[in-house]
């Protein structure tokens, strides 16, 4: 395993398009995040999953942002209707966390999709 | 609310020390981690504190203070390669492990 892949790495669109972006994590890994990240900021939390379940949402994400983990592997995340202040790079990151383990929760990053809404 | 604070820039010489510092306040605590961010690049794994006190790893250590919301990252022995951004992150106790990053200090490492 070559750890988190994501797929497409550029993408640009005219606003109002609907884009989709995909996250292969590493395969052992159970947690799965999205981030989103702008020039000269830390990466933003968006949403993650526990296997094929979605656990948590921020409330800074609108109804336009939707994820998906169908069988607990892959992730995509799609954006309707986009903006132009939908531009940023969007981070995938995977990592294991057991039940009465003792994992931190490290977080391994993908190189990211990098969305331009023109 | 979840607030983490740390500078934005800092220069250092190489060959030198220096010592990025955190302050946070979050609605609970489950550990800190910092992240190194080269330009272009995504965050890579540097440190995990759960405990009070210094960790340290080669030329990287950090220090944490959980009575305090502080940490610090110190390098040491700076080196042309260390100018990044690195990013200060906490893991409020939500059960969930989902963890909340700062804006990032970016370090210029000058000869």
């Known amino acids: 395993d070559t750890g988190v892949s994501q797929d497409p790495r550029h993408k640009i669109t005219k606003r109002g398009q609907n884009v989709t972006f995909r996250c292969d994590p590493i395969?052992?890994?159970?947690?799965l995040y999205w981030y989103r990240q702008t020039l000269g900021q830390g990466p933003e939390f968006l949403t993650y999953?526990?296997?094929?379940?979605?656990?948590?949402k921020s409330r800074l994400l609108s109804d336009r942002f939707s994820a998906e983990r169908p069988k607990g592997s892959f992730s995509t995340l799609e954006i309707q209707r986009t903006e132009q202040g939908d531009s940023a790079m969007y981070l995938c990151?995977?990592?294991?966390?057991?039940?009465?383990?003792?994992?931190?929760?490290?977080?391994?990053f993908g190189e990211g999709s990098r969305l331009t809404v023109l | 609310g979840q607030n983490i604070d740390q500078p934005t820039e800092m220069t250092a010489t190489e060959g030198a020390i220096v010592q990025i510092n955190c302050t946070y306040q979050?609605?609970?605590?489950?550990?800190l981690f910092w992240y190194q961010q080269h330009a272009g690049e995504a965050p890579t794994f540097l440190s995990y504190?759960?405990?009070?006190g210094l960790e340290e790893k080669g030329r990287f250590s950090s220090f944490l203070s959980r009575s305090k919301g502080y940490s610090y990252l110190l390098l040491k022995e700076l080196q042309m390669k260390d100018s990044a951004s690195y990013l200060c992150?906490?893991?409020?106790?939500?059960?969930?492990?989902?963890?909340?990053f700062g804006a990032g200090t970016r370090l210029f490492v000058k000869a």
């Open positions: 395969s052992e890994h159970n947690r």
């Open positions: 979050t609605s609970g605590f489950n550990g």
């Open positions: 990151a995977s990592s294991l966390v057991r039940w009465r383990g003792a994992d931190t929760g490290e977080l391994f």
């Open positions: 504190n759960v405990l009070d």
């Open positions: 999953f526990q296997n094929e379940a979605q656990l948590e």
């Open positions: 992150a906490v893991s409020p106790d939500t059960g969930g492990f989902k963890t909340i």
